[in-house]
T-cell receptor
Framework: KQEVTQIPAALSVPEGENLVLNCSFT??????LQWFRQDPGKGLTSLLL?????REQTSGRLNASLDKSSGRSTLYIAASQPGDSATYLC?????????????FGKGTKLSVIP | NAGVTQTPKFRILKIGQSMTLQCTQD?????MYWYRQDPGMGLKLIYY???????DKGEVPNGYNVSRSTTEDFPLRLELAAPSQTSVYFC????????FGQGTRLTVV
């Protein structure tokens, strides 16, 4: 069974700081990995998707890396802003029972202090 | 382009009542999912579908049923609601990137 772990569970940083969120997974036979953002009371928004054959993806101030062999991914946020405050979730898509399932970590709650 | 639409947004049920959570997507995705999200527990997969007519159980299927008669629609049925089903329910669809609805907040009293 695939398990996804995110550390830390919560993080508070001052505005302008660079930060890294961590994600680890137990089964390296993944199809892809996604990072999501969830604002309170809202649905999830996909930020970045990394295919299993890729090492990283970038979008604006966000950079996600993938090391499939070690079962790890990081989400790097540069020059953090108060608007980045949200919960960030990592999810892996893997082949289970003949189809692709999406398994989530519990998330990291980020607070960026002005 | 509406993406994934869930209805209703909020609902209060009495123990033993039944209801259907609706989910529709307009992106022609084959894969669709139902998750529940409880505080501190993350998202748990209830059911998923790989295409019209094909559904399968996820991690926490007990007390729920689904059907997938069309590519667009993937309703989730709760029979005999229990307090343990109080949660926020999310529907999602994907090709590679997953798209989520805004969620249904369900309270069973």
């Amino acid at each position: 069974k695939q398990e996804v772990t995110q550390i830390p569970a919560a993080l508070s940083v001052p505005e302008g700081e660079n930060l890294v969120l961590n994600c680890s997974f137990t089964d390296s036979a993944i199809y892809n990995l996604q990072w999501f953002r969830q604002d309170p009371g809202k649905g999830l928004t996909s930020l970045l998707l990394i295919q299993s054959s890729q090492r990283e993806q970038t979008s604006g101030r966000l950079n996600a890396s993938l090391d499939k062999s070690s079962g790890r991914s990081t989400l790097y946020i540069a020059a953090s802003q108060p608007g980045d405050s949200a919960t960030y979730l990592c999810a892996v898509s893997y082949s289970g029972a003949g189809s692709y399932q999406l398994t989530f970590g519990k998330g990291t709650k980020l607070s960026v202090i002005p | 382009n509406a993406g994934v639409t869930q209805t209703p947004k909020f609902r209060i049920l009495k123990i033993g009542q039944s209801m259907t959570l609706q989910c529709t997507q307009d992106m022609n995705h084959n894969y669709m999912y139902w998750y529940r999200q409880d505080p501190g527990m993350g998202l748990k997969l209830i059911y998923y579908s790989v295409g019209a007519g094909i559904t399968d159980k996820g991690e926490v299927p007990n007390g729920y049923n689904v059907s997938r008669s069309t590519t667009e629609d993937f309703p989730l049925r709760l029979e005999l609601a229990a307090p343990s089903q109080t949660s926020v329910y999310f529907c999602a669809s994907s090709y590679d990137r997953a798209f989520f609805g805004q969620g249904t907040r369900l309270t069973v009293v």
